[in-house]
């Protein structure tokens, strides 16, 4: 039976991430879950799954020497972002405002797990290409293969359907939006100038991320949070009709970017607002194990990369006759994530909840909201600096 100090279970960017962090700290690491092979990136073709990276995550991930391994070329820094409410109401947010080059980097996914990936092997940490399936006895875990690994600590990072989580008995709570986000790659007429635009309209809320030019020109990458009844129907069209139907109903949208076309294929996956408690005896929860957000400020994955940097924090600081898994030291990395979660979660819900309303008086209230706001330099460094923290 093999020994060690932590098993971290879950093998996509939170995952990798927790390992490599935790060897780097001198923890003896086991990482559980399976190696997916990542096709070597494409020039001029890039994922539908992008990213956007706050500060805080690029100098966490600096901190775990991944940042400089991505691509540069891959890599696109918002400079700015433009919202617009579902009438009149506008919003203009530029990083000068807070005294920043960038307020945020978009970053494909694949990109950032074929880093950490690279890293992981780089610092030899252990990797079972198995998966966590129940605990077999306190501080002993049991896997998919029948091998048993005895550990201080258990970190779930499997995402929503966390295995870990669930073994462990901790509590959690899902409300289902009825909505889907819809992704896909769109090319511009016009160049974005690093530029996110979002848009609260009835049909939900659309972005529009800047990413790097292609050989046919300016793209950005589409985010819409639809309604279930129209992302089910689009998503079920043949590639043609859905390419079709995007553009048509892209094509009203209040923008400087001309004409847009879809240049990619349409994906889609349901939306939900998750939490539960991210500790027990042994067992820490990080990224989507713990909590999942609505994706209308793009903040899941630097809630996810927050939770791993408060995590390795706490495991830094502990007394060497502490273990890993004791649950008062793990309480700490409770409170530490309590407030950014919950602020994060508020904020998001609180926004969807008051865009949804279709009762005239809230449609004016918000849409004045975000043109008096517009016109108040303090209110705008606070939610610029807000959203580099996370």
């Not at 990276?53 to 890599?75: K, M, T, Y």
């Not at 960038?102 to 252990?126: C, K, N, P």
């Not at 989507?288 to 600081?317: C, F, I, K, S, T």
Request: hydrophobic share 45%; proline share 5%; glycine share 8%.
């Amino acid at each position: 039976m093999k020994k060690t100090d932590i098993a971290v279970c879950g093998t996509g960017i939170v995952g990798l991430a927790t390992a490599l962090g935790l060897t780097r700290a001198g923890f003896r690491t086991v990482l559980v879950g399976p190696q997916r092979v990542i096709a070597p990136a494409r020039p001029h073709c890039f994922g539908a799954r992008v990213y956007a990276i706050s500060p805080a995550s690029r100098r966490f991930l600096e901190s775990l020497g991944v940042w400089s391994l991505l691509d540069a070329s891959r890599v696109t820094p918002v400079e700015a972002m433009q919202v617009f409410g579902d009438a009149s109401g506008r919003l203009e947010l530029n990083a000068w405002q807070d005294a920043q080059d960038v307020m945020a980097w978009i970053v494909e996914s694949d990109e950032i797990e074929r880093a950490l990936t690279q890293a992981v092997r780089v610092f030899g940490v252990e990797w079972l290409n198995d998966r966590f399936v129940a605990f077999d006895a306190p501080g002993r875990i049991c896997t998919e293969s029948g091998s048993l690994i005895e550990v201080d600590l258990v970190v779930g990072a499997e995402g929503a359907r966390s295995a870990v989580r669930d073994a462990a008995h901790i509590k959690s709570s899902s409300r289902a939006y009825d909505e889907m986000g819809v992704v896909t790659h769109l090319h511009v007429e016009r160049p974005h100038q690093n530029t996110a635009l979002q848009w609260f309209t009835a049909e939900g809320v659309i972005a529009f991320l800047p990413t790097p030019n292609t050989q046919a020109g300016a793209q950005v990458s589409l985010v819409w949070s639809m309604p279930k009844k129209a992302a089910e129907p689009l998503l079920a069209m043949a590639e043609d009709q859905a390419r079709n139907w995007l553009n048509t109903h892209l094509a009203g949208l209040n923008h400087e970017l001309g004409q847009v076309r879809v240049a990619a294929p349409v994906l889609g996956f349901p939306l939900f607002l998750e939490s539960s408690d991210v500790i027990a005896p042994g067992v820490a929860l990080v990224g989507d194990a713990a909590h999942r957000v609505h994706p209308l400020a793009g903040q899941g994955l630097n809630l996810g990369l927050g939770d791993v940097a408060a995590l390795l924090n706490v495991l830094r600081e502990k007394p060497s006759y502490q273990r890993a898994g004791d649950v008062r030291l793990l309480a700490r990395y409770r409170r530490a994530r309590a407030e950014p979660v919950f602020m994060m979660r508020f904020v998001t819900d609180g926004l969807h909840r008051l865009f949804s309303s279709r009762f005239p008086p809230v449609v004016i209230a918000r849409n004045a909201g975000l043109s008096i706001v517009n016109t108040v330099p303090m209110l705008k460094r606070q939610l610029i600096k807000g959203a580099s923290r996370h």
